[in-house]
């Protein structure tokens, strides 16, 4: 039995309003991890991730630094396992972010951090996996199976849960799963016609700042991964610093504009874009945003953001004959050192 383009990916979007809805009512087993996080009095916190991960660690990081006021930082594995660096992390959290938990550089970190003092968490959607047992305290996203190559529900379901441990519940939360769906349903009709604008773009940018920086991250690789599209990602400060002399008229530009300090300061390098003479599509809350997003607080709102860029990747994919459930050269655990 074969199944049409996309099938599954469409099929794991559209879970994901559930998954974040289960996943919010679980406030208690995070508050304990939370709790002894605090107890441990870190001088600062440590991510450890690959890929998307990667993209959900440095949303985590903003967590830390804003919320939390302490220091914090991603690891480079290879220092770990190809260079066998042994620093002092006596007094350090490290949280390792993978939904396998199969890749054995992020073991061989999180098991060596606490040989070296560290505090050790592991964030999953495979809590027995190696990464689950070589952490002190593992946490369970309960995404379910995900069998689309491109990382959707787990994705999102990261997010929650670095929310959860880091941040704690709130109102917002509690409807995370109706404002998820809100989400996907207003921009149904959207989505076709911004990627008919894509469909035929040579290069991509996407851009953002603060917290939604982890979203023009994520959607970067999605369409790298599944349209094979040629696309960067950059802050917007960045984007100002030099990048932007190469962006013009046959660059399309995806624009993440949260509420808060960081959707603010998306307004001088937006003014430069549209100057150039780039294409700017702009993912947010209001009218004028192509995408739109729920006026949610900014610390929160990534775990929304990526759900109608994930339906993006998919439509451009599609529309370019591609299949994103199973991009060439790649698989769905990727095991690196």
């Not at 379910?144 to 939360?173: D, P, Q």
């Not at 207003?186 to 290069?203: P, T």
């Not at 874009?273 to 009218?287: C, F, I, K, W, Y």
Request: proline fraction near 5%.
């Amino acid at each position: 039995m074969t199944t049409e383009a996309g099938t599954w990916m469409a099929a794991e979007i559209a879970e994901q309003p559930r998954v974040l809805a289960d996943l919010a009512r679980r406030t208690g087993e995070f508050r304990e991890v939370a709790e002894r996080l605090e107890r441990s009095r870190p001088r600062f916190v440590l991510f450890a991730a690959r890929g998307s991960s990667d993209n959900a660690a440095l949303y985590g990081k903003y967590l830390v630094e804003v919320l939390l006021g302490l220091p914090a930082g991603l690891v480079s594995p290879s220092t770990t396992t190809l260079y066998r660096a042994e620093p002092d992390l006596t007094d350090v959290a490290l949280i390792a972010v993978s939904q396998s938990g199969g890749s054995p550089d992020l073991v061989e970190v999180t098991e060596q951090a606490a040989k070296r003092g560290a505090f050790t968490v592991a964030v999953t959607n495979t809590p027995d996996s190696p990464l689950g047992a070589a952490a002190q305290r593992t946490l369970d996203i309960g995404a379910g199976v995900e069998r689309a190559v491109a990382a959707t529900k787990t994705y999102t379901a990261t997010l929650l849960a670095l929310h959860l441990l880091l941040a704690g519940g709130g109102a917002a939360v509690d409807r995370i799963g109706e404002l998820a769906q809100s989400c996907l349903d207003e921009n149904a009709d959207r989505i076709g016609a911004v990627a008919q604008r894509l469909r035929f773009a040579d290069q991509v940018v996407t851009t953002a700042r603060g917290y939604s920086l982890a979203t023009a991250q994520e959607a970067a690789l999605k369409l790298a991964e599944t349209s094979y599209l040629v696309t960067r990602a950059y802050s917007g400060a960045d984007l100002l610093h030099g990048p932007i002399a190469a962006v013009g008229q046959e660059t399309a530009v995806l624009a993440v504009t949260g509420t808060g300090p960081g959707g603010a300061a998306m307004a001088e390098p937006l003014a430069r874009l549209t100057q150039q003479g780039a294409e700017v599509l702009r993912v947010g809350p209001g009218d004028d945003a192509q995408l739109r997003i729920p006026d949610l607080p900014e610390e929160l709102s990534p775990v929304v953001e990526a759900l109608p860029l994930q339906r993006l990747a998919w439509a451009l994919a599609t529309a370019r004959g591609y299949d994103p459930d199973s991009p060439a050269g790649l698989r769905k655990v990727t095991e690196t050192r």
